[in-house]
């Protein structure tokens, strides 16, 4: 069975970052006749990982050498307690690992010209011992979330020795209190643990099953909005005649608030060193401002220190924060 993988450049969930690597691994049948794709969110160079007990995997089922669609009229694994057909429809086959062991998944769908012609592979399903959790905008165990916002948290289902597990639809936690969240039980992300955060502010915890990884997330109103940070994933440098992009987000104490929609504003402290302008993504609706998520143009103009104020007029109007990044000379090609 051949594997190869495709990535692009996607929008991800909005809040969480405005670009991030999306992936599709594809394997080849083994009669030749059919190709089986599937998302992958992780490492690229990475390909082939089982599925991981419990999870969810959606194949794109196409013709080999032409990708065009194909529809399947049969989906039927060989093994039901290793790997069973969770359902199929038009080009797409979904499949559920249930227990370790390898299973063949046969597939039988009409092609471009009419004809029905079948194809298959075999899956290998392990048991995921691991659990990485990570917050979106921030590093440390404990960071912010606005309440009653769609938000989420960066997940990696491992084994043992610490290799990734594909898959969706199978989150090893538990919360504390339990309607201190509600997992969005219809996300097929493999990157991210999607949720409602509930109504009321105080800390959730969420812990692993299966390991001891944990995190803590603490609700707050958006008036509690006390001040600026960056985004983990924020470049913080700029050259000279160049332009960044940089992300920030709202902090309540020494916290970043990871998931808070509100719109931003900048002032610009340092306008002989560089120029300082509220960018943003496209909004997902007319009624979005393109400045809510958090993004901030940044032009060199002279080496030196870019300063500037960010503030948070629809959530506290008093809250402010000081941020800089560095301007650097260009380097010569």
Known sequence: MTI?????????????????PACETTLSGEEGNFTFSYAAD???????????????????????GTNRTVEVTQATSDDASVM????????????QGVADGGARLDVRGNVSNGTEQADHITLQVREAKKLVLSHACATGETAAYPVDVDAAVVYELQLASGQPVVGYGYWPVTLAPEDGLALDQTSTSQQFMVFRTGTTPGDVTMTSTIDDAALTLR???????????????????????????????????????????????VTNDSPEVCDVTPTGTAPESEDTPTNSFG????KGKEVGTCAFTISWPDANAQASGSLSIDVVEATTP
Do not use: M, Y
């Open 295 to 298: 993004w901030v143009t940044v």
């Open 4 to 20: 190869s993988r495709v990535c692009a450049r996607l929008g991800l969930f909005a809040g969480l970052a405005a670009v991030a």
């Open 84 to 95: 069973k057909v969770h359902s199929f429809s038009g080009n797409r086959v979904i499949v």
């Open 219 to 265: 609700l707050v109103e958006l008036s509690a909005i006390d001040g600026a940070a960056f985004h983990r994933i924020s470049t913080r440098q700029v050259k000279v005649d160049g332009t960044s992009v940089v992300n920030v987000v709202p902090t309540v104490g020494d916290l970043a608030v990871c998931g808070a929609l509100t719109q931003v504003a």
């Open 42 to 64: 992780d490492d690229p160079l990475d390909t082939g990982k089982p599925l991981a007990a419990g999870a969810k995997l959606q194949l794109r089922v196409a013709q080999a």
